[in-house]
């Protein structure tokens, strides 16, 4: 059930992100979630996987992936795009 319901989630955030990404798969902005605090997020479309970056210096990329965030976290990121769509 609960590989169900972040499936979900997930398709949402994508549409979310083909939306206010017009034609690009990644969206730069701060996103403060319980667990951190992200400068980016992207679709990856190949590996149909949903990524949170966070960049230190220039040339540090650390990825985080979304299916491994709690449920609260996965809401709230839903919840904060969503904001940016309405």
Same mark, same amino acid.
């Given at each position: ?35 951190? @605090? !992200?400068? @980016? ?13 966070? !960049? ?25 795009? @969503?904001?940016?769509?309405?």
């Amino acid at each position: 059930m609960k590989k169900i319901l972040i499936r979900v989630m997930k398709n949402k955030i994508i549409q979310l992100i083909k939306i206010l990404g017009i034609g690009i798969n990644e969206l730069v902005l701060d996103i403060n979630l319980d667990c951190g @605090s !992200f400068e @980016s997020i992207e679709w990856d479309k190949e590996s149909d996987k949903v990524w949170l970056h966070i !960049f230190e210096d220039e040339d540090i990329d650390i990825a985080f992936d979304f299916e491994e965030l709690s449920e609260e976290d996965q809401l709230k990121l839903y919840q904060i795009l @969503s904001i940016f769509y309405n």
